[in-house]
């Protein structure tokens, strides 16, 4: 056994601070006076870039990929969306993934379940493509967006002649750093005896979405909200934002993480020294405590994924 600990702390005879540091280091004490780096600081840090990923590039890699990787070996045939910092290899954002993924014609995407919640953005889809949610096959057609909430079975089939692709945003990096990370593979490998849902609350139809926005809410003139709901994630959202042509929208920096995915039309988003020039299913992450502005081109509608709800769930949103 090892006695250091039991032994009585000798402080009484130590005579200079450098002496002290050293003793504090014997009793696993770290001392809270001499930081090398304070522990609270005036505002939020920049940790993670602004960062874009192109629709068209992973379209690209994504179908070369399909001749070399099977969703027989790979859980999912998927492209990360790491964002762009030294050493990090999945975070896109501080609690938030996104990944690319496409599923093969005639293929299949094994039922799983896990304590992170999801959500689908589809780029490329087909009305005989779906996501299998508890039983429930959910079409994924261009443009719509489907939840995955936590603990639900999910897995995706395509019975098209068409590549599908989609992107997919989870809360794993809010699920790793908190703990509570659990997984399992559904015991029929794809769920058996499933029934069709064209009207499932966990569907939002691009159809239906993308008429309803031009009521939304207006943000500025020329620019429209939508939230996505009532179906809701406890830690992420969904809205739609509808730009008419030839407009610039600032946003002010926020505490929440934003990650924009175009749906229609094309443009560009301004953020410190970056320029990115965005066009249909592109990714854009805007990580907290950025100053960013989107400029449309054309008229476009965009997918605005933010973790807001967790912020607000927390009480946190009162600072600014
Ligand atoms: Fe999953």
Redesign the pocket.
Known sequence: MNNKFFNEPDFNSVQTLDELQSKLELFKFKNGWAKPTPSLYPEPKKIFLPAHWRFKHAHSALHTAGKLVSTEKAE?RNLILANPIEGNDYQTVSTLVGAYQMVLPGEIAKS???S?N?MRIIIQGDPSAFTVVDGKSIPMLDGDVLL?PNGSY?GHINNSNVEAYWI?I?DVPLVQYLGPMFFQTHQDSFEKNIELDLNSEMRFAYSVFSQNVLNGSNVITGVRKLELGPQQLVTFDRYVIHMLSNITWVNEKTTFNQLFVVIKGSGSTQVENYNFEWSVGDFIAIPSWYKFTHLSNEESILIRVTDDPLLKLLNFDKFH
């Open positions: 999912r799983h379940k896990h992170p999801a995955t999910h997919d989870l």
